[in-house]
């Protein structure tokens, strides 16, 4: 909502996905690729239309079922890792346990994460410690600690040079078919999106699949 009124960002947007799924979302910046995204999260509340996740409404849900549902059902990979600067590598992979219940076997997975993404070595370092790449690995198996039903990622290897942009997007395919998760990711690369299997462009608040 603007002074003026309200603001179209997305208009018709119909999305239909089934586990396993792996989509690249493009368009220009300001077309709505980020709020597609955040709706998709369960972050922001669409105005009209509906968002349901395994038969579940997210937006139907109190405060702290949602926050719940948050952190079980969906990950996040942001362009910027987010990486808590004080943390150690370890210990932010198991940043999205301190608000779970159980699991006894946190720790063990989130080795298993970082050595799957090649930082084995790297559990006791601190983010200013790691190449940009190197983050961003982090920043994916944190993304995967809970088994997430849907991965969303916003412009996940913008901020990285070539080789280091090609093995974080190797490495996300990789996890994305082990784990079966539900993955949506918007960029403006072409190189990357060209490796999705199904490919969406959004323009003028609609969605629209390429050939």
């Known amino acids: 909502m603007t002074p003026r009124g309200a603001l179209p960002i997305l208009s018709g947007v119909s999305l239909s996905l089934n586990r396993g799924d792996a989509v690249a979302v493009m368009g220009p910046?300001?077309?709505?690729?980020?709020?597609?995204?955040?709706?998709?999260?369960?972050?922001?509340?669409?105005?009209s239309g509906a968002v349901t996740l395994d038969g579940r409404n997210p937006f139907a849900l109190g405060e702290r079922e949602l926050a719940t549902f948050r952190n079980r059902e969906v990950g996040f990979l942001f362009q910027d890792h987010c990486l808590l600067p004080q943390c150690s590598v370890l210990e932010n992979v198991l940043t999205p346990t301190l608000v779970a219940r159980g699991g006894d076997n946190y720790g063990e997975r989130a080795r298993a994460l970082l050595e799957q993404v090649g930082l084995a070595e790297r559990l006791r370092h601190r983010p200013a410690e790691l190449s940009g790449g190197e983050k961003?690995?982090?920043?994916?198996?944190?993304?995967?600690?809970?088994?997430?039903?849907?991965?969303?990622?916003?412009?996940?290897?913008?901020?990285?040079?070539?080789?280091?942009?090609?093995?974080?997007?190797?490495?996300?395919?990789?996890?994305?078919?082990?784990?079966?998760?539900?993955?949506?990711?918007?960029?403006?690369?072409?190189?990357?999106?060209?490796?999705?299997?199904?490919?969406?462009?959004?323009?003028?608040?609609?969605?629209?699949?390429?050939?």
């Open 29 to 47: 910046s300001g077309s709505g690729k980020s709020t597609l995204l955040y709706i998709l999260g369960a972050l922001e509340p669409p105005t």
């Open 136 to 211: 961003q690995r982090a920043a994916l198996a944190r993304a995967l600690m809970m088994r997430p039903t849907l991965l969303l990622c916003d412009e996940p290897t913008g901020n990285l040079d070539q080789r280091a942009a090609e093995r974080v997007a190797s490495l996300l395919l990789e996890l994305h078919r082990e784990q079966q998760t539900v993955l949506v990711v918007v960029t403006h690369s072409p190189e990357l999106a060209a490796r999705f299997p199904a490919r969406y462009r959004l323009t003028e608040q609609t969605l629209q699949r390429e050939p």
